[in-house]
Structure formats: C-alpha cells, structure tokens
C-alpha cells in the first residue's frame, strides 16, 4: 500500500516540476526602465511633503527650510534630468515627446529579432521572450 | 535510535526553563532569604550568608542549570542546597575559600570551578562601542557634504542645464497636498 | 506512514537542490522554462514537506507512540493543544516546524513575485532555497522525526509516551515559539531579496520597497515572542521576574535588535540614498543572528555553554554561519560600487546624525548581549577558566546602554532631516527637558535616591513628552486647516502618514516598557515558613494563611494555599498559590498568585513544603510598576500594526512614461 503512494507522489511531484509548458510561463511584466528614477522622485516629493509639515509644525527655521527644499529640488532636477538622458538613449530612433504628462505617439515596434539576445519572433513583441529585454532597443 | 538523547534533551529543557538563572540583587536576596528560610530547622550556622555565597558563586551547580551554587533559582536542589550547607560547615571548622574550593574540585573535578569574569568581559563590549564611535566619526568625516557656496534665494535653482525642470518641479510641488 | 514522511523530507531535500540549481543555471543562461521550473520546485518543497508535517503532526495527535518523537514530547492524557504543540517543543519537531514555515515563506515569496523582479527573482528563490536545504540536511541526516523506537530490531509502541514537560503546558507557551520562529524564518525573506539585488545589481531600492512589509512584520513577530517569553516567565516560573538573561532568551532579543537598527537605518536610504553598505550589513546580521538563535534554541548552545563545539548538530550550524557569513561579506566587499552611496550628510546636526547613533547603541546592546552569552565559551578558550554570568553582570553592562537608547529614541525624531539649526533645537529641546529635570527633582525629594531609576523616569518623560508634543502640533497643524477637532485630526495625521505617527506610538510603547523595568529597582520580597494561621508582611502588605490544602488527581499531587490579603489593614480579598507535582514526569510547577495593579504587582509563589512537610515555604514579591511593561508590550505591538496600515494621502506625481506600458499617473501610498 505505502509503496504505490509514495512512487504516485514521487511521480506527481517531478511532473510537476519538470512539465513547464510555454504557457505556463508567467507572462513576463512589462520591464520599466525608469522605475529606479520614479521611485527617486517619489522618494524626493516626499522628503519636500514632510519638509512642508515639519515647517509648518515649527520645527525647522525658515533658514533650514530653504536651504533643504532647495537641496531637494536640486536633486530632482538631477533626477528628471537622468530621466530625460535614458528616454533619449532608449528612443534614439524614434522621437518622443517630452513632457511627461502629455500622452507620447506609440512608435511602431521595428524588431522581431531581439537586439540583446539575438532570438527571432514571428510577431512583434515589446519585450524578448527569450531574455525579458525591451525588443526596441538594447539598453535597459 | 538514540533514545538517550531525547531524554536528556527534553530533560535539559526542563531544566533550563525551571532553574532561571535569575538573580540580579533583589533577585538574590530572595534566593539567600530563601535558603535561610528553608535552612531553619537546621542549625543557625547552617543559614547561607554573605561568606557561603562568595564560595558558592565560584562553584558550578551540577543540577542541570548553568547557574553558581550560589545562584541556583530551585528552591530544593540536589546539589547546590547541600553543596551551600557543606560550605557552611567547612567555613565554621575554620577553612579557608580556597581549602573549600579545593575540596569540591577534589571531589567532581576541576569542571565544577566557576572563575571570576574578568575585567575583559565586560570592556570589549565598551571597547566595541567605542570603536562605533569612531566609525561614525570617519563616516561623518567621509560623507560630509562641503558647505555650499551659492547663497541663499528662494527657489533658485543655480545649473542652468537644470532650469529646464524649473517649471515641471514647481507644477509637481503644487500637486503636493 | 514513517516510510513516506521519511520519503517526504528526503525528496524534498532532492527537490531544493534542484530547485536551488535550475534557478541559478535558468538566470546565468537565461532559460526561462528552467527559471519556472525551480520556481515550481519551491512549491513542490512545501507540499513535501507539509506532508511530512502532517504525518507527524497526525501521529502526535493519534499518540501514535512507535515515533521516538511521539513517545518522547506526547501522551495520552496531554490536552488536544499541547499534543498539537509538541510538534515544536522538541529538537527534531521544531526543526521540522521551522522548515515548514520557510518553506511556506518561499513559496509565498515566489507566488507573489511570480511576474515582478525577473532578473532578481531566480537569486532569490536560490538563496531561500540553500537555506532550505540546509534545514533539510538536519532533518533527513542529524535530527529526523521520522525515528521509531526499536527493541533489539523489534519496532516495539509503548502504551504511552512521557509527555510534555509541565512547565510548557500553559497557553502561551502554545503561541511563543510558533510567534519567535516566525521571527526568526521571516528575516530570510528580506535577506535573500537584499542578496539577490547585490548580486544582480538591481538600480534602485527595489529590495527594500518589496520586503518592506515582510520585515516589519517578521520584526512585529519577533518582539511579541520576546514578550510572551517574559510574560510566560513571570507567570509560570515563579521566580518573580521576566527577564533572566537566559541564553535563550538573549537569542531571541539578538535578531529583535539589530532588526531594529535595520528598520531605521533602512530609513536613510529610502530617504537619501546612503549607508547602502550598512543596511546590507544589518540585514545579514540579523539573519544569522536568527540562525544563531535557532543553534541556541534548538541546536545544543544553549543545553550547555560548553557543549557548543562538541554537539553533532552545533557543528552543522557552525559550518552554516561560517560559510554564509563568508559569503554574504564577500559579495558584499565585490560590489562596493554597486552600494556606493548616492548623497552626502548636510549637516552634522541632522536626522541623519541621530540614526547612526541609534544604530550604534542598537548594535552595542546587541554585541553586548551576544558578547555576555558566548563569553563563558570565549574565557573557557582563552585563559581555561570556566566563568558563570549572573543577571547582576548583564545588568551592569546593559542598563547604561538601555538609557541611553531611551534617551536617543526622544532625541531622534526632534531633528529635522539634513540640517537643523542649534536655535531650533535648542527650541525643541526646551519644554521636554524642563519638565524632566523638575520631575527628578521631585522623584528626588520625595525619596528615591539611586541614580539609575532618576534618569531612566527622567528619560521616560522626556520621551513621552516629545511624542505628545508632536502629535499636538501636528493634530492642530490640521485642525486649524480643515476645522476637525483635536482628537479626529490626531486620527487623520496618524492615517496620513501611518509610518511616521506608527513609530512614534512604538517609542511610546518603548516608554511604558521601560517604566516597567525602572520599577525593578524597587522591588521587595520575603520568604517565609508558613502553617494555616501564620502572617506574613511584605511592604505595606499582610498575607494570612487561612488554609493549607492538598489533594491529588490522576495527573498531578497539589498543595494549595489560601491567602487573605489586606494592605494597611484594608482586606483585598484572596489569593491561591499552588504547587503541582507531575506523576509522571515527577517535575513540579508552580500556579503563582498575583494581584495585579497598575501601580504594583503583589506575586505569592508556593515555593514548596518544609522538610517537615508541616509547613509551606512561601515567597512574596511586591513587584511596582511591571504591568506597564506588558502594556507598553500592547501599545508597540498597536504601533507596529499602524505602521502597515497604507497611509491614507497618495502622492500624485508624472511617471515617466514608457512606450507602449504608458500610465497617466499612478498612486503611490507615502512613504516616510
């Protein structure tokens, strides 16, 4: 009786693991290459949002608060400008629109060979399946 | 199968659970208070004192705690209850904390002898503490920014290559709150 | 069912290796089928090993006593909980228990992360799997639960197992250790995240924003363990403390404060981008602070100081630390670079300044700790003398320690990130200070004269002081803005940024906590001989003994006495120490009485019978101030979970926009 069982969830488990079809495969989210700075900047329009109240609870002298709030904003300039260089750098082909905010035109995908890892699709993809990098372009 | 061990390992648990090494000063008067109380039938120069419990302290207490004689928390232990009288005793025939010790590493081996901690222990951790000082002083040192030159002005962003952003940060700000 | 728990644990084994191999190959050659197919190996782990799991558990609760295990932590008359208990109250069980509950983590970890982190997630799973595997080594190899019990090769199954110890067999004792070893596993996860971003580089902090959560939780754990181990002493023990500085208890305290250091310096880099290096360093720290913990609790160190070398399974975990601390410093020394720190410090008088001496006291006391729990070993190594710590050696070292830690938790949130001037400190120190100094003045004349406990309540208003004070201010920052009373702005200012106001009722737990200990200093005791009839005093109390009962019942002989209470002459009704002594364990445990009163504690502990066995040997205690300590244990645990409640004001703020995923704004909660 333990015989069977044990060589049933012996079995089950290495099918498990070993059967990976394609689509199983989780589908891969979309890789963003400004996360890092998006969260900089978020972490900076927080450090001013708590400058602000501390100011206004009266534990900063006006001195220390301009002087941080200008440090800040130096910082992100650093970081919008850091953003601005990775969108030239990615879309060195293709003209995007600079303002954030304003809704970019979608340039036409051009690859299906991956520019990273040299792998051949039948569609156009926006990212490699083989190595998860954007097929536009190869930094990332 | 080593059932041996399961023993002992449940056994020790026990102990380590039962025979708190306590203590702490009013902790200690509470065990000296109640050896005294519980040594009253006995004869008064049986009560653990001040001098039984020096001797004691620099003796392991073999009932499965890592504690002193001295400080042994179980109230009728099998070994530093009768190991305190024999202290006793010994003191009030005239011999000294060394004869005594002696006696004790005489008869479980020289494993029974606690030594005093020396001043080592307790200064490397401020000696650590120290040393942490001093990181924090070079890291102060190191990443210390230099002052800033510009003078103050409200908003001003001095790199012209970065005024461009003027104009999107004080939009973002506006949005703060 | 032996045979396939056996099986269960040992194709786990197979399986972590695997799953441990296929991910590091599928990454470094970037294979996505293989990447998928370890990260299904992790599932895989966990439904072994919660079969195995189930299989002891199964025959703990069935008394199924042909197990070594079963027939050793289990019996028949034991309550249905403590059977369930038994599963961690013995070596190989809580091994088990402990691989179960990694397990269970890894696999949330990698169903959560299924579709993020795709460069980092294969390291991660690989590093929770070696940690795995070598769990799984002690329990297939050293410490397996699966042994039966055999008589000259003859399975044989006694009628009945020799039970749990009695001592354990109270209801917190239940819920501690599942509460310190969730705690303890749960600082894999941030750890194994930080190492798979060291070793892939990840821009960013992404690390820290993914575990954030996790840590906080495992640290929320860690501490309501550590205060139900002191609760649990205090109850059950008898010996009228809580805190004994018993090896196992520094073990669990140990990851409990350097996780601590890691929860604040953690801060500056969220904030400002620094001490990259150092937080790598505190969270490798606190793991194997934990696997050290583990070794202590369950590996040996802790049955004998001494013994630590000589245990088979100590050795394993030695070689464990060795070789992960190794390799954690050396990965950490080859990426420099990648931690280098993005900011500089404006100022020497700064938030900034504050934590790095809160990471130095945090870090001091832990070494401290750590230092005074190995050391018998290291002076046994160095000079061949043998050396016992009392609690009187550690409190020496600690309670300086431990004030000044009260002190930086007050001083720390005055500070304003980057710079403050002098002035405006000066300013915020002024109101809180005063008031300290005038309360020790009058803590003064009105008796108390050790230095210790003056500057401890000092602190202790302090603190509190600077708490409540920016609170205030904050509260009627926006009273005055939305028009909310005082008390529903202190609501809306905690919702909006739970984090920050979190924290700071957590320093006020911390407060309360330490008025508890302060009142340690004034304890009072007395033992006594007592018959039916006998008084006893202890400070301004009267204890009458009005009857001294025994009795017996099929587990256990009792003696119990029947106290009257009065304090100045005013009755306060009764209180009912007794002994119990376990037929079958032949040990004793204590049911302590104790009046509890927030201004003091009176505890009766049965201590025993005289050798007369006439009279009963009695300690009282008069204990003040120690129900703060478990309060100040709530109002932390209270903060901590503020502290995971998303705070209520979502930024708005332009993400930069990537073609073809583009979102217009996108909400992310405040962090502080």
Known sequence: ?140 | MNTDKHRSDSRFLFCSIRVYPCSSVAKFLVLVLAFAGLALAQTASEKPNTDVRRVGQRLACKCGCKDSVATCAMLECGFSKPAKERIARMQAAGFSDQQIIDAFVRDYGPGIYLAQPSAFGWTVPYVAAALGLIGIWLFLKKYRKPKPLLELGPVAIDDPALDKYKDQIEKDLANLE | MENLGSLAILLAFCVALYATVASVVGRVRRKPFLVESGRRAVYGVWALVTIASAILVHALLTGDFRFAYVAEHSNNALPLLYKWAAWWSGQEGSLLFWMWLLSSYTAVVAFTNRRRHRDMMPWVLAILTTIEIFFLTLNNFVANPFKLLANEGLIVKPPDGSGLSPVLQYPAMAIHPPMLYLGYVGFAVPFAFAMGSLITRQPGDSWIHTTRRWTLVTWLFQGTGVMLGAAWAYHVLGWGGYWGWDPVENASLLPWLSGTAFLHSVMMQEKKGMMKVWNMVLISTTFFLCILGTSMTRGGLVQSVHAFAQSEIGKYFVTFLAVGIAATAYLILDRLDYLKSESQLESVISRESSFLFNNLILLASCFAVLWGTLFPKISEWISGDQISLDADWYNRLMVPIGLFLLFLTGVGPLFAWRRTSLDRLRRNFQWPGIASLVLVVVLFAAGIHKPYPLISFGFCLFVALTVIVEFYKGASSIAGRTGMNLLRATIELTHRNTRRYGGYLVHMGVVLIFIGFTGHAFNQSEVKEMSQGDTMRIGRYELRMASLEQGENPNYLWYRGTFQISKDGQPLGTLQPEKRLFKASKESTSEVAIRMRPNEDLYVNFGGMSDDNQRAVIQAFVNPLVTWVWVGGLVLIGGTLICLVPSKIKMQYARTQVVGIAKQHVDLPAKQ
């Not at chain 1, 927080?46 to 800040?72: A, C, H, I, P, W």
């Open chain 1, 1 to 140: 009786m333990i015989i069977p069982i044990a060589s049933v969830l012996a079995v089950a488990i290495i099918a498990f693991i070993l059967v990976v079809r394609p689509k199983d495969l989780p589908p891969p989210e979309p890789e963003d290459p400004f996360a890092h700075l998006d969260e900089r900047k978020a972490a900076i329009y927080e450090n001013l949002r708590d400058l602000q109240f501390e100011y206004r609870v009266g534990k900063l002298s006006e001195t220390d608060y301009q002087k941080t709030k200008q440090d800040l904003q130096r910082e992100l300039a650093a970081v919008l400008a850091e953003v601005d260089r990775v969108r030239a750098e990615l879309a060195s082909p293709v003209s995007t629109p600079k303002a954030p905010p304003a809704t970019p035109a979608k340039p036409k995908p051009t690859g299906l060979v991956c520019p990273s890892c040299g792998a051949k699709f039948e569609k156009q993809l926006k990212f490699c399946g083989e190595c998860g990098k954007p097929m536009k372009a190869a930094k990332a």
